[in-house]
């Protein structure tokens, strides 16, 4: 499986912005499709974004898109999101997952390795 380790969480006015960085390593990296969700207090994980093997390929939820842009680096086996105009409503922690082989998905079940997670906090 892949190690993801999150980074780059924290505390943040609402507004603002913050850029979520998932550091990669164990496997071939550019072989993995990734995705990125969150989770709240009580709430289920909910899926943010995607990006194929070679970031051609996005998908976004309809909650950030425009907000929210994935992207990855694969000479430096990192994936990020960078978040802007942060709301209260986007408190949780983040994961990065990564599919072997896989094309970018919304379904958390597509994703075999996770990260431990990143803990984003927005205050007002």
């Known amino acids: 499986q892949m190690q993801l380790v999150e980074s780059g969480g924290g505390l943040v006015q609402a507004g603002g912005s913050l850029r979520l960085s998932c550091a990669a390593s164990g496997r071939t990296f550019s072989d993995y499709a990734m995705g990125w969700f969150r989770q709240a207090p009580g709430k289920e994980h909910e899926f943010l974004a995607a990006?194929?093997?070679?970031?051609?390929?996005?998908l976004y939820a309809d909650s950030v898109k425009g907000r929210f842009t994935i992207s990855r680096d694969n000479a430096k086996n990192t994936l990020y999101l960078q978040m802007n105009s942060l709301k209260l409503e986007d408190t949780a922690v983040y994961y990065c997952?990564?599919?072997?082989?896989?094309?970018?998905?919304?379904?958390?079940?597509?994703?075999?390795?996770w990260g431990q997670g990143t803990q984003v906090t927005v205050s007002s």
């Open positions: 990006i194929g093997w070679i970031g051609r390929i996005t």
């Open positions: 997952a990564a599919d072997y082989k896989g094309l970018p998905g919304r379904s958390r079940n597509e994703y075999e390795s």
